[in-house]
Structures are given as structure tokens and as C-alpha cells.
């Protein structure tokens, strides 16, 4: 278990995370969502023990992440992964090997070849994807308890990412490792995470499991004869809303059969139901601290 308490940390006066508290239990795949710049690099370090945290700790089922015996258990994979000029597959590694003694080449070269990577030619010389696409192999290589992925999606074409999430589920049933992976793309993490936690000015603002969190959501279209407004919906818990025109689509939490009703004395033309995702969930949330509400 991953356990996070207190943790604050700044650059400057620029304060990134504030009285963070989390934990992280045992082979689960966590996703960390929230806009750019909104401290999840920063988290996945000081979870790392790249940065070390001004204020709070974070353990490991009890140990120092700096501790010999955690590291060679955690792995993380930066959004920019360091490499320098001759660095090359083959060249990688053997690097990795000084660090992670353990590391598996044979899966290594599998993925590398799956990905039809050159294995001697530098890295310099790579798309993004494709170095991407290098480091992702080396972190299933290395197979670790704790894997730590920031914007891990990032310059993957859709079959590389479907590879990707395949491997990945692989891991954690036959491993039984743990996986915090980091995103902006909502739609990457919907199908694929167990838990998310939501990270915006400074602090974890909303967390759960993924499909708890669409469950009590509803979402409908309606059009009506006038131009509605958002007061239009003002006796229904809206999550969020879109107006174009004579039609509105609106996100409601609640029970089904009370928002059907009220949404029914509205008078609408039409009125369809559809369904929710959860993307339009974590904008829900955002939408709603935005307008002064609780998240």
C-alpha cells in the first residue's frame, strides 16, 4: 500500500500541492486526472522520491521510498524520460540493468520488436511515439510493484495504446502490481482505471472508483418551444449543462425517476435519455466547484 499524509510542496512562491492525504491500496490501477499544470508531475515524483516533500510523508507498506529495498520496487516513467545523445534500445537496457538488476531483456526485446523499434539506432533520432514506445517496454520489463506512469498515453497511436492497456492489466493480475498513471485525456482512463483521484489548485478534490462515479448520474437532451436558460433547471442537482439554441443537454445527479419528473414538468418537446461517461462526471465536478458548489 501506498500511503501519502500532509504532503505539501512548492517551487518558490509557487505552491503546487497542499495537505494532500491518500491511499493507495494493493493491485490497483489508479488514475490521476486533471488539467495541465495542475501538480500531477509533481505529485508522481514526490511520490517517487525524486522530490523530496517539504511537509509530509510518504511510505511504501511502511518504508522510505529513498530505501534500497523500495526503490528496486518502484519504477517511475517520466513524461520526459531522460536520454542522452547515443542513447539507443540496446544501450537503455543495459543501463537499466545497474539499476534494476532483475529487469527482464527478453520482454524487453519482445515489446521493442512488437513496436517494430530499430534496436541499435539513437534515440534522438525517435518521434515522440516511438520513444515513448521505448520506455514503455522497459517499464514492463522491469515489471515492479510500484509503477508510476506521468501521461503515459502521450504520443501513442490508438494500436500502441491498446497494446499498452493490454500489457498493463496483464501486469497487474500476474504481478500484482500497483499503477498510478497520470492523464489530461479523460476518455483514456474511463475504461481502464479502478480508482481516480481528481487534482485541481493545489489539492485532491474529488476521488472514488470509476464506476460509482458515473452510477448516480443521469444525463438528458431536451428541446423545448423557448429558449431555455440554466434557471430553467434550477430544482434539479445539474452537474453540468450545454444550451444550444432551443435544445439543452443537461447532467443530473440524483434518483432516475425524481429528475425524470421534474425534468417532465418542464413541458419539454422531447425529451431522450442518454448516457453518461466519465468525462462529462469529472467536468461535472469541476463545473460545479466553479459555480461555488461542493465538490
Known amino acids: 500500500m501506498i500511503k501519502i499524509e500532509g504532503l505539501s510542496h512548492s517551487f518558490g512562491d509557487n505552491k503546487v500541492l497542499e495537505d494532500v492525504e491518500l491511499e493507495i491500496g494493493d493491485k490497483k490501477v489508479l488514475g490521476l486526472v486533471g488539467i495541465n499544470g495542475a501538480g500531477k508531475s509533481t505529485l508522481l515524483r514526490l511520490i517517487s522520491g525524486v522530490y523530496h516533500p517539504q511537509t509530509g510523508k510518504v511510505s511504501y507498506d511502511g518504508n522510505d521510498p529513498l530505501k534500497d529495498e523500495t526503490r528496486r520496487n518502484l519504477f517511475l516513467l517520466p513524461d520526459d524520460p531522460y536520454f542522452n545523445g547515443q542513447t539507443t534500445c540496446k544501450s537503455l537496457i543495459e543501463m537499466y540493468k545497474v539499476f534494476y538488476p532483475e529487469v527482464d531483456e527478453e520482454v524487453f526485446k519482445e515489446i521493442i520488436n512488437d513496436f517494430k523499434l530499430p534496436w541499435k539506432k539513437p534515440l534522438r533520432t525517435f518521434s515522440k511515439g516511438m520513444r515513448r514506445q521505448a520506455f514503455v517496454a522497459l517499464a514492463f520489463a522491469v515489471a515492479p510493484k510500484y509503477l508510476l506512469l506521468d501521461e503515459a498515453f502521450d504520443g501513442l497511436d490508438p494500436l500502441a495504446r491498446k497494446k499498452f492497456k493490454d500489457r498493463l492489466s496483464k501486469l497487474v493480475k500476474e504481478k500484482g502490481s500497483t499503477v ?45 418551444k423557448e429558449i431555455p436558460t440554466e434557471e430553467t433547471f434550477a430544482a434539479l442537482s445539474v452537474k453540468s449543462i450545454k444550451i444550444t439554441g432551443r435544445v439543452a443537454t443537461v447532467v443530473c445527479e440524483g434518483e432516475a425517476g425524481e429528475i425524470e419528473e421534474k425534468l417532465n414538468a418542464l413541458d419539454p418537446l422531447i425529451l431522450d435519455k442518454l448516457d453518461v461517461n466519465f468525462e462529462e462526471a469529472f467536468i461535472g465536478d469541476i463545473d460545479r466547484k466553479l459555480r461555488g458548489g461542493e465538490s
Open 180 to 224: 498510478i498513471i497520470s492523464s489530461h485525456s479523460l476518455k483514456e482512463l474511463e475504461d481502464f482505471c479502478d480508482e481516480f483521484v481528481m487534482i485541481d489548485e493545489h489539492h485532491l478534490i474529488s476521488s472514488g472508483k470509476v464506476l460509482e462515479k458515473t452510477m448516480d448520474l443521469f444525463k438528458y437532451q431536451l428541446a423545448f
